[in-house]
């Protein structure tokens, strides 16, 4: 199958720029497991969206930046830290099925604890699902960028978040895929100090640079402007 075209000169800044639109806020998460463990998993989400029917793990946007459109994706700790289920996959298409659509950088600011227990295998093939998600973005030669906020674990860290174009993660912000002590015990050694720190990561190249977040949206606005202007597009 031939990939699809990259967006023309004037495609991803063409006609006017959209004002804000959520993306997947219908699709809430479900107890298809029946789940249970100190408090069934149906009364956990009832709980956690008594203020706002569509909070969950990951929300998705689009909207203008800078005077161009994008698709911004933002993981909220505070609901099940972050864990990755059903709903993030599917939101997290949506989002990139959107942005493909509009010729639209696509960006993600994670924080995550990994995958959600109460979903079983379901959560784990959510980390297939997004990066086949993302690697569409590729096809459409449109930029990805990830933002790793504290902290971005689990899942979430070894699938979409650190394969984008560009890996910025903010200052302080843990990352990895496990904790230190389960790592020690793995691998049996001695671990470097700082080794899950961004700086210790920029350093060996896991990460492309370290931003702080009052800095961040010019940082963006320049990042995107210059992806699409290096793969013919905008």
């Not at 199958?1 to 800044?13: I, T």
């Not at 109460?118 to 990066?131: C, D, H, I």
């Not at 100090?193 to 977040?213: K, S, T, Y």
């Amino acid at each position: 199958m031939r990939p699809p075209p990259r967006p023309g000169p004037r495609a991803a800044g063409a006609g006017a720029v959209r004002a804000i639109e959520e993306i997947g806020a219908g699709v809430r998460p479900q107890d298809f497991l029946r789940f249970k463990d100190l408090q069934a998993y149906k009364e956990r989400l009832r709980a956690l969206a008594a203020d706002d029917p569509e909070r969950e793990a990951l929300r998705a946007f689009q909207g203008p930046l800078g005077g161009r459109q994008v698709v911004a994706a933002c993981f909220d700790f505070s609901f099940m830290g972050g864990s990755m289920g059903s709903v993030v996959g599917e939101r997290f298409g949506r989002g990139v099925d959107v942005a493909c659509d509009r010729s639209a950088p696509f960006i993600v600011f994670c924080s995550s604890g990994g995958a959600r227990m109460q979903e079983g295998l379901t959560s784990l093939m959510q980390m297939a699902k997004t990066t086949a998600a993302q690697a569409k973005l590729a096809e459409y030669g449109l930029p990805f960028i990830s933002v790793l906020c504290h902290p971005t674990t689990g899942g979430v860290a070894a699938s979409f978040a650190m394969v984008a174009d560009v890996v910025i993660a903010e200052p302080g912000a843990t990352i990895g895929f496990a904790g230190p002590r389960v790592i020690k015990q793995t691998v049996r050694a001695e671990l470097p100090a700082g080794f899950q720190q961004p700086d210790f990561l920029l350093e060996h190249g896991g990460i492309d640079m370290v931003v702080d977040r009052r800095e961040l949206r010019e940082r963006l606005i320049a990042l995107t402007g210059m992806l699409l202007d290096g793969r013919g597009g905008a």
